[in-house]
């Protein structure tokens, strides 16, 4: 069997990360998902992969190249072009991506699989296909049932009596949904497909292909499986997707580095006086990283590659990107510190490099000016003089 990854979205509902890395490259403690996918696929002797690419094409291109390295045969088909500005994307959409390729190259010759490139999942991608084989449809979709105040953000399904899809509904309303069981977007498919999608223009799989099988009475299954499905479509997800990690809560997640302590993990080459700070497990800390005495951090907790955490600095239930500077006063609670970005679980993002206070939290390699330092001394100043607590009374100055 044959696959196709889908990762050529703009990654919408999880920015700013995705304005410098695509979706399927969001790491999971340091994994990006996508990898995870293509080690799922080796494990059922899946060899050969195409990958759709738009935005931040090179991103993905350049950190899996031909697969080689992760055991498998990787190609591109990029969608989009080159301009005076350089690479400008423009999906075809999903089902789109999958004829550009049929039209090229003839590729898909055999039943295949596509997925997402978003998600952390263990399905049992070999049973889906005997399964999938003995209905002998034309397109199968695994299927997961949802809690109904959560319809709205996927594609929900009606199977009949012989599991045939009769209805697919894109994103509906709570109240017209007709179902709770969703499209986890991972899809079975015989090369007659492409019989249903146009060449050369935008076509979607959930909201244009799926509605044409069914009205065209075409044998189209739904499989309900029960499998660990970990979404990464919106900022709230990924946090949760990393609280999960840390928390032992997805099954078989290999956890990065080394125990060091109970509920502790570390890289290579950290500096920690572990007799002097405060370390509250689950928490993983990324290799050449120093955590200053005196600083405390709280877990669920994710401290990246090459950061500082200063002495002072209060970190509970954070996810702080690589080559991050936390400040010695700076309180963070509940954020992911993504670039110049200190984002909060709910989406919301205050930018950092806009605001007064970006000497708090920014990139450790940058050097302080002079009008930091300045900065720095009078609030510092500030605190001494009037005997503050500068989580209790100064509430400007968090980034919390």
């Known amino acids: 069997m044959k696959a196709m990854i889908l990762a050529a979205g703009k990654g919408t509902r999880v920015r700013p990360i995705t304005n410098e890395m695509p979706k399927p490259m969001i790491p999971i403690l340091r994994k990006p998902v996508m990898e995870s996918i293509i080690d799922l696929l080796r494990a059922h002797d899946v060899h050969e992969v195409v990958v ?17 390295q992760h055991g498998v045969h990787m190609a591109y088909s990029y969608e989009g072009h080159m301009t ?10 999903s089902a789109g991506g999958m004829k550009r390729i049929q039209d090229f190259s003839g590729f898909f010759d055999e039943t295949f699989i596509v997925l997402c490139g978003d998600a952390w999942i263990d399905l049992d991608i070999s049973a889906a296909l005997r399964w999938h084989k003995e209905k002998g449809g034309i397109a199968t979709v695994i299927l997961q049932e949802v809690p109904h105040e959560e319809v709205h953000k996927y594609g929900v399904v009606k199977l009949d009596a012989r599991e045939r899809i009769v209805q697919f509904q894109e994103k509906p309303k709570q109240e017209e949904a007709v179902s709770n069981t969703i499209n986890t977007g991972i899809y079975l498919f015989e090369p007659e497909i492409f019989r249903y999608i146009p060449s050369g223009v935008e076509y979607d799989i959930g909201s244009q292909l799926f509605p044409a099988l069914v009205a065209a009475g075409e044998e189209f299954y739904g499989l ?11 900022v709230p997800d990924v946090w949760a997707a990393t609280r999960m990690a840390l928390q032992g809560q997805i099954k078989g997640f290999p956890m990065p580095g080394k ?9 290579i080459n950290t500096s920690i006086n572990w007799e002097k700070v405060k370390i509250i497990p689950p928490v993983y800390i990324g290799s050449s990283t120093k955590i200053e005495a005196g600083a405390e951090i709280v ?27 936390v400040g010695g006063i700076a309180v963070l609670d509940n954020k992911l510190v ?16 806009e605001t007064q206070i970006r000497w708090l939290v920014d990139d450790m390699r940058r050097a302080l000016n002079p009008g930091d330092i300045h900065d720095m001394l009078l609030f510092s100043n500030m605190l001494s003089f009037h005997e503050l607590n500068a989580r209790e009374t100064l509430p400007e100055l968090e980034v919390a």
Not at 224 to 234: A, E, K, L, R
Not at 259 to 267: A, C, I, K, L, Q
Not at 299 to 317: D, F, H, K, L, W
């Open 52 to 68: 759709n690419t738009s935005h931040l094409a090179p991103v993905i291109e350049n950190y899996f190249r031909d697969g080689s």
């Open 84 to 93: 005076h500005a350089g690479l400008e994307g423009k999906a075809l959409g």
């Open 224 to 234: 309900p499986m029960d499998f660990q499905w970990v979404d990464i479509g919106s």
């Open 259 to 267: 125990e060091v302590r109970p509920g502790v993990w570390t890289g």
């Open 299 to 325: 877990g669920p907790c994710m401290i990246g590659a090459n950061c500082v955490i200063e002495s002072g600095a209060e970190i509970s239930q954070c996810l702080i990107s690589d080559y991050t500077r």
């Open 338 to 353: 993504f670039g110049g970005d200190c984002i909060s679980p709910d989406g919301s993002v205050l930018n950092l490099g």
